[in-house]
Nanobody, 122 residues
């Protein structure tokens, strides 16, 4: 079983930056993703990283968000720059332990962290 623990959320002004971290333990994973959920909205995958294939981003965050991994620390990072109020959401780290086709699909992930809140507001 995979355990995922996120950290790094908080309150930031528009245009600011935050870096989220997700420490993974317990099992090897094929793909890791960051999925967000704004109040009253559905879960929305925004970034994913697959060691063999590469990285994927939702169009609305391309050029602003960067996903990366540190295999020694078993950690996946989510650097978020030029944050906008519409980026406000609970951000979840998610892991897939079997090969998947659509890295930006919620249903591809079978393990989830507890989430960390990101609020972008002046």
């Amino acid at each position: 079983e995979v355990q995922l623990v996120e950290s790094g959320g908080g309150l930031v002004q528009p245009g600011g930056s935050l870096r989220l971290s997700c420490v993974a333990s317990g099992y090897s994973w094929s793909c890791m993703g960051w999925v967000r959920q704004a109040p009253g909205k559905e879960l929305e995958p925004v970034a994913a990283i697959d060691t063999d294939v590469g990285k994927d981003y939702k169009d609305s965050v391309k050029g602003r968000f960067t996903i990366s991994q540190d295999n020694v620390k078993h950690t996946v990072y989510h650097q978020m720059n030029s944050l906008k109020p519409e980026d406000t959401a609970m951000y979840y780290c998610a892991a897939a332990t079997t090969p998947i086709r659509d890295r930006l699909s919620v249903g591809s992930y079978n393990y989830w962290g507890q989430g960390t809140q990101v609020t972008v507001s002046s």
